[in-house]
């Protein structure tokens, strides 16, 4: 019998009541559902709500069940319509009467807003701790290339000189600020939503903060109605996943790139690499692709918890059933993305010698020959024109930079010193760089240390 069934008169259909049911999904919820019960069972019992004694039987059985489902001694069925009824008419199976006094005083809605809180709150910190082990990972890695010269770009064209290092602390600073965001986000989901029943609270004279406290939140929602209406923490949470997952896809993205033999900059490990059925020569950067890939389901999960909420009236609608499907495989999603990427990362082969022939057989020093003009007192709009030119006479006689003579460069302009041929080399213009932040060799090393430490 339904725990609600004595409004009607007639069963539901079977197949409606397997289109209704959640209990597959939120089997996932289980413990934080016997958690939040347990702490609403001691607040009814401290204010004099239930019987000291039927309480306690409430509390031990819940606690007993805790412990099968730990041990794998019992499972949830797939014959109920959601945990918070499983769990309940598991209880009346057991204690009988006074497990239907365990659900006074609250409903679903709020219930399943505890629990969905409680298990985003778990979910931001393992996603925070699991950034933090990979910035490690990166931390690391960088270190060891610190002097590993390479051609940055803009437009997928050669630019201007960087490290390897230097471009491991671009996606370091991205991975914090991502940290950072799931911090704010755990701030604002860190309110206690028991207690707003099934919209407008209840008559019984409960204790919110007890629960609260028992349950470590740090405070409480202040709104019954927003309480069981908002989905905000979980749509944030997916948003923050979403950019973390941007951020694993550009470095995957260059990670494919860069494993071409057309860079050769990388070779990824053979743990992290298939091959092919047909082509035996294949050596493919398939976890890289997958990461990359993988985004775009963060995005899609993001936009279907959007486009749930956009027309829901106040309060609950069982639309908002829908929410767990997306939040889970979001947040399972990432979690598995950041350690494939991690061990990927610690264990790639990359390859400083080429990356230091890519950067020394370039232009990439254009910009650096253009200042010097320009601290010798040409304006930087007409040394930038005259660099240009020398570049295309470059280009036009299949020569580099670094190959004119301080002759070449002086009869294109007397601003050019005779230390202006010299100039024409990436470690040099690295060592040239003072600005916080630049790719200078000291300045990363420092910038890593701090990260590490």
Request: glycine share 6%; with cysteine.
């Amino acid at each position: 019998m339904k725990l609600w069934s004595g409004r009607f008169s007639k069963e539901t259909d079977n197949e409606a009541d397997i289109f209704n049911s959640s209990i597959g999904l939120d089997k996932r919820l289980v413990f934080y559902d016997i958690k939040g019960s347990v702490a609403h069972v001691a607040m009814l019992e401290k204010q004099n709500i239930i019987d000291s004694q039927e309480a306690q039987m409430i509390i031990s059985s819940l606690k007993q069940l805790e412990g099968e489902l730990e041990r794998g001694e019992t499972e949830i069925g797939d014959g109920y319509e959601d945990i918070h009824m499983a769990i309940e008419e598991i209880l009346t199976e057991r204690i009988g009467e006074p497990a239907k006094r365990m659900h006074t005083a609250r409903s679903r809605n709020d219930q399943v807003a505890l629990d969905m809180r409680m298990y985003a709150l778990d979910a931001s910190i393992d996603i925070i701790e699991s950034l933090e082990g990979l910035v490690k990972i990166l931390g690391r890695k960088a270190l060891g290339h610190l002097d590993t010269v390479m051609p940055g770009y803009t437009h997928m064209q050669k630019a201007q000189p960087v490290t390897l290092a230097h471009h491991f602390c671009a996606y370091i600073e991205m991975f914090l600020r991502d940290i950072s965001r799931f911090e704010d986000c755990k701030r604002r989901m860190d309110y206690m939503p028991l207690g707003s029943g099934a919209l407008a609270a209840s008559t019984f004279d409960i204790d919110r903060e007890f629960v609260a406290k028992q349950l470590g939140f740090s405070g409480l929602t202040k709104n019954s109605m927003d309480s069981v209406a908002d989905r905000d923490y979980l749509i944030e949470l997916c948003f923050c996943v979403s950019l973390a997952m941007m951020h694993l896809s550009r470095f995957c993205e260059e990670i494919v790139l860069w494993s071409t033999e057309e860079f050769g900059f990388v070779s990824v490990s053979d743990a992290f690499s298939t091959g092919s059925s047909m082509m035996p020569q294949k050596k493919n950067p398939d976890m890289a692709e997958l990461i990359r890939g993988k985004a775009g389901r963060s995005y899609g999960e993001l936009m279907a918890l959007l486009t749930m909420m956009k027309g829901l009236p106040m309060t609950y609608n069982k639309d908002m059933q829908e929410d767990k499907q997306a939040v889970f495989s979001t947040v399972d999603n990432v979690l598995a993305c950041v350690s494939i990427f991690g061990k990927m990362i610690a264990t790639a082969d990359f390859k400083p010698d080429t990356m230091r022939k890519s950067a020394y057989e370039s232009f990439v020093c254009a910009t650096d020959l253009a200042e010097h003009l320009t601290k010798n007192g040409m304006p930087f709009r007409d040394a930038h024109y005259v660099v240009g030119k020398l570049v295309k006479k470059c280009i036009d006689e299949d020569r580099l930079l670094f190959s004119l003579t301080i002759d070449e460069l002086q009869r294109e302009s007397e601003y050019f010193g005779e230390d202006a041929a010299s100039l024409v080399d990436p470690e040099r213009s690295l060592d040239a760089k003072s600005a916080i932040g630049s790719p200078n060799k000291e300045l990363v090393e420092s910038y890593l240390k701090n990260i590490l430490a």
